[in-house]
């Protein structure tokens, strides 16, 4: 299997890229953001507590969001492989994660993290906000809180991969081909 996680900042450009690796590798999409707003959007349980949480740019706890992804996981027992999108957020996460696949006999293949600088993704994300219907791409003060949390808590899931020799940095500022040539020649010469 080829399971990738896509890592960066928000207004990295993960799901834009996540969207074109799918379709060349044959993997399967798992981004918890939209499962999230696809929770939200169905007016379930998980979604009003995830809501919560994500309109003051906050994280869902990692029991919940942790529980959400290997349920999801657990949909595509055929799959090729996995691009996790926005997950792993946290140590805790990153080590369910291995764990849990683990107990499938399959692993992380690599990080590939997306890098761009904070000025550029304040840009990108106001500009998403004008037209994503996202609330949280809307504020000024919840995307420099996202950034924050990113800072504090994601931004070290980086060493996890780092220490077990599997991230690869891209940088992430140019055209959307440009980039997504980096990070598949990434995977082909990992
Ligand atoms: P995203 O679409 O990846 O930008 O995520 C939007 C929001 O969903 C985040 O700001 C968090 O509130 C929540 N979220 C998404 N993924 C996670 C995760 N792995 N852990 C906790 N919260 C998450």
């Known amino acids: 299997m080829l399971n990738i996680v896509l890592f960066g900042p928000p207004g990295a450009g993960k799901g834009t890229q996540s969207e074109k690796l799918i379709d060349k ?3 399967v999409h798992l981004s918890t953001g939209d499962i999230f707003r696809y929770n939200i959007k169905n007016a379930t349980e998980l979604g009003t507590l995830a809501k919560s949480y994500m309109d003051k740019g906050q994280l869902v706890p990692d029991e919940v969001t942790i529980k959400m992804l290997e349920a999801e996981v657990n949909k595509h027992a055929n799959a090729k492989g996995f691009i996790f999108d926005g997950f792993p957020r946290t140590h805790n996460q990153a080590e369910a994660l291995e764990k849990f696949l683990a107990s499938k006999n399959t692993s ?16 990108r994300l106001l500009l998403r906000g004008k037209d994503s219907g996202r609330a949280d791409d809307k504020d000024p ?15 070290p899931v980086k060493s996890f991969y780092e ?14 081909d440009d980039i997504f040539k980096s990070l598949c020649n990434a995977i082909d010469t990992f």
């Open 108 to 123: 992380i293949t690599l990080m590939l993290a997306l890098e761009v600088e904070e000025q550029e993704l304040k840009k």
């Open 25 to 27: 590798y044959k993997l």
């Open 163 to 176: 220490s077990q020799k599997k991230y690869v940095g891209v940088n992430g500022i140019g055209s959307i």
């Open 141 to 155: 003060e919840v995307i420099q809180k996202r950034i924050n949390v990113y800072n504090a808590e994601t931004a």
